[in-house]
């Protein structure tokens, strides 16, 4: 139903939401943009020819940010070490970056001059991607397998065991993978390598050190009883148990799984930004018990005519009508549990549309939903939220409010209750819980509190609706 301007809530919140989309609309623009440069090599050379005269240059290489573990994918450059024209060697620090997770100093796997920076401080550099071109000196240069890191200077998660201030270790990537992975301290292995360099035998040595562990290249991890002490190997006969001690049991090797982590992706990524921006708003939470036996009644009239048409007739587009109250086009978004992940599809311009279309558009939207088929058209412009959580479980919630919108609300399982009708009387109820969430700079309590009421009573009261159903 459309209810537009008569209402003093409903206007507010129209105001508010454009004021916010404003504001949001600016948020949006943050950076997390790459542009990827793609190299034609007579620019390389010709860049060559002007910068300098380099009688021994070999060819530029792009050196590219390798993968720094733990699924992360992109990184902010946060120093660069090196400027256009430096000459650089192995292992001499270029850049540090910084994850979510750590800040780590990447270093030059070759010997060269720097020819080219592809990030500002502060941009996004992606995993895969070339931080730095280096002009290598001579052709035969040498190219380890492997980016070497530095261990990181800053670590923001215990478990990364990197973090040893005023001491660097070098590893790479699947070296110090091999040893979070174990929970070894890098700082506590020697390295055997270049420089100092630490190696896999170095980390697989230390294991076998410490407990004997052997670790064959499988999911899982089975750990060798220990070797026998040094004092026994060395001095056999001066340990001799006594025939009345029963022989001492083999210890059973113990497995222990091990942990994979998964790079996020897709819609899984997008739900990470969206909710990390949506952490920003300051949510307040108002619920409420919304009385439902008239609509159930109602909807059991209806949905017989509805299937009889071929559509499908849930409660959720009573819900979705009742919600269209505000805003010229009500696009009313639905968290929808698809095998993709959790989406948010809308119903475009809920306001023109009956309660019977609403319920076409939804069972469209679920059968996109279900064969991952939903798109930008359906899943963008939507104003306002319902999350029916309720139609898995559960009586409340504290739903994410979807920036730039300012409001959501999750329905909560409709159960039969006791109830105390208006002659005091107990009587069988079909209740179901509301849980809003607003965005308190933009919308007050009272204002949310008035909205709800004016929604209960449309749908405990499903007759009112035809007064204003459009
Ligand atoms: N209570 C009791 N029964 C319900 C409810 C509730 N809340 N909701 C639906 N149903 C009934 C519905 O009436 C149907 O009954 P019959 O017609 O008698 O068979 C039946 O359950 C199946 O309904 P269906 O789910 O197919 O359709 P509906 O239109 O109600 O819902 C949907 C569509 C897309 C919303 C739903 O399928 C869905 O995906 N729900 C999950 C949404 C979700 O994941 N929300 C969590 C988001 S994260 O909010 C969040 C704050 C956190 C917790």
Known sequence: MTV????????????????????????????????????NVSVIHQHRFFRTSYAAAGPILQFKLSDIGEGIMEVTVKEWYVKEGDRVSQFD???????????????????????????????????????VDIETDGAGEQTPDQDVMETPTVSLEEHTHQEIKGHKTQATPAVRRLAMENNIKLSEVVGTGKDGRILKEDILNFIARQTGAILPPSPFHEIQPPPPAPAAVAKPKEIRPSPSIPAPVAPRPVFTGKDHTEPLKGFHKAMVKTMSAALKIPHFGYKDEVDLTQLVRLRSELKGVSESRGVKLSYMPFFIKVTSSYLAAHNIGLAMDTPQGLLVPNVKNVQMLSVFEIAVELNRLQSLGAAGQL???????????????????????????????????????????????????????????????????????????RFSNLWKSYLENPGSMVLDLK
Request: net charge positive.
């Open 4 to 39: 537009r301007g008569s209402f003093p809530v409903i206007r507010r919140l129209v105001s508010v939401q454009h004021l916010h989309k404003w504001c949001s609309s600016r948020v949006q623009k943050a950076p997390l943009v790459y542009t990827p440069l793609s190299y």
């Open 93 to 131: 620090s270029i850049c540090e970056v910084q994850s979510d997770k750590a800040s780590v100093t990447i270093t030059s796997r070759y010997d060269g001059v720097i020819r080219k920076l592809y990030y500002d401080i502060d941009s996004i550099a992606l995993v895969g991607k070339p931080l």
């Open 375 to 449: 798109g930008t058209a359906e899943l963008t412009g939507g104003t306002f939220t319902l999350s029916n959580i309720g139609s898995i479980g559960g009586t409340y919630a504290k739903p994410v409010i979807l920036p730039p919108e300012v409001a959501i609300g999750a329905l909560g399982k409709l159960q039969v209750l006791p109830r105390f009708n208006a002659k005091d009387e107990v009587v069988k109820a079909h209740i179901m819980n509301i849980s809003w969430s607003a965005d308190h700079r933009i919308i007050d309590g009272a204002t949310m509190c």
